[in-house]
């Protein structure tokens, strides 16, 4: 039978400001969580094949859910992602939350409200050559 997806997923909520400028320093460019509010770690135990995509859609539905409530997001990969001496951003995350070793971080996501509104992008310069319709 198949595992349920709740059972794989368990998200560490970081609010002390102590803990977030430590998170910013985990990887190059994770800067923008010392400065948040809130900023949440997804977590997942490696027990499927898709446990990256199950946490790349809760990650999708966390950013529209706080774009739909006027609260400012930014997402950054941790997996795969490290120091610049090779430190995994994983390991140091690890570290620092004390989450099982057996479960892994696949990004972070930081939360807080937007000091500069950005404007929507101007649809005349997205590369529509990149879009395919029916077939590439």
């Not at 969580?33 to 490696?46: F, G, H, P, Q, Y």
């Not at 951003?89 to 939360?111: C, G, T």
């Not at 409200?113 to 404007?119: D, F, G, N, V, W």
């Amino acid at each position: 039978s198949l595992p349920i997806v709740t059972e794989l997923i368990g998200n560490v909520v970081v609010r002390n400001k102590e803990t977030l400028s430590k998170l910013s320093e985990m990887k190059k460019n994770a800067y923008f969580t010392k400065d948040s509010n809130v900023t949440i770690v997804l977590l997942a135990r490696e027990l499927s094949d898709y446990w990256q995509q199950d946490l790349g859609a809760v990650s999708e539905n966390m950013l529209l859910e706080a774009t739909r409530l006027g609260i400012g997001s930014c997402w950054a990969q941790v997996r795969l992602r490290g120091l610049s001496d090779g430190t995994p951003s994983d390991e140091i995350l690890r570290e620092l939350l004390q989450y099982p070793h057996n479960m892994s971080a696949l990004s972070i996501i930081a939360f807080g409200y937007p000091a500069i509104e950005r404007k929507m992008q101007d649809e005349d310069k997205l590369k529509w050559e990149n879009v395919h319709v029916n077939k590439f």
